[in-house]
């Protein structure tokens, strides 16, 4: 009887587990051999900009990327969205529905080849900062179930216009993507989605260097410019070329020299990083800086490593040497962006 009862109660967990796993997503990285239903679609919930009649962005292709399959192709088939039209109608237009192994991604890429502007005076192709929107976004897909990634485009937010007429488009596209969701698609590619748990919820933006991340962006307020080598720079004037700002930094254990940088908004930084450790056991360094997508990979003991990146964001930045709790021993130190 005690027996009959504790195999009872086994079971009882066994499937209660089972149920909180699927629920909550709580599944390992990858479950073999299992799929689930991926659904990716694009919006414009956001648009205000009235001189401008359509704003058409090519969308080449989709990927994810999960640490145990690495790029995974979703669809590789051309996709012209109107965002414009996309506010207009409040559609969530399709861009793929696919079967994907059950496991967790952890970032989504959108390849865009072409936007291109209408406005009163014409048609304009727009200057993009990268053709790779790459995002960092949790996109977990469950076994016999379905998960959506929205993109929200904010079209007032990405579209820029220079002071000699070009324009630019950084995205600024709000991401979130949930499992477990209810979803339907009509006739005409709408995607409707209802109930679901929300993984990812944020907003990215594009800056001038085609980073992306969460608070980049190009200034909706800022002077910009394409420069005569066809570059995006911040505060500049039209044909100007810009500063080019050169730092030569040294990393030793533990401490980075200078720990202090400053250069204006809009110039070409260019920092070269020496690991100078001395003594018996010389360590290996790095160099990243918060905020700028900007770093080195490791830099062994006499060797130096150079990055080069433009300062498009005012503010103040710490970098560090990000290797084994380097940081909090003393290498640190300070961009600041003014």
Known sequence: MNNTIIAVAVIVVVVLGAFVAFQFGIFPTSVSGAT????????????????????QMTIQSVEVHSTDQGWV?????????????????????LLADVQLNATTYQQIRLNISQVIVVDSNGTHVAKLPSGELKIVANLVVNPNSTSTALFDFIAGDSLILTGNGQYIFAPVVHVQTTKNANVSIDSQNNVHITGGRTDTDEQVGMDINGNVGVNLGIPTNANVTIDVNGNIRIGLGSGQNPTTRTFSISETSYSITPNQITVNQGDTVQITITNNAGGYYPSQHNFYIQGY??????????QSATITFVASQKGTFTFTCTIDGHASLGMIGTLTVS
């Open 36 to 55: 689930g239903q991926a659904v990716f679609a694009v919006t414009d919930s956001a648009a205000n900009l009235s001189s401008i009649s359509s704003i």
């Open 73 to 93: 192709v979703v669809s590789n088939t051309p996709k012209i969205v109107d965002l414009l039209a996309l506010n207009a109608t409040s559609s969530n237009e």
């Open 293 to 302: 997508n900007g770093g080195t990979g490791t830099i062994n003991p006499g």
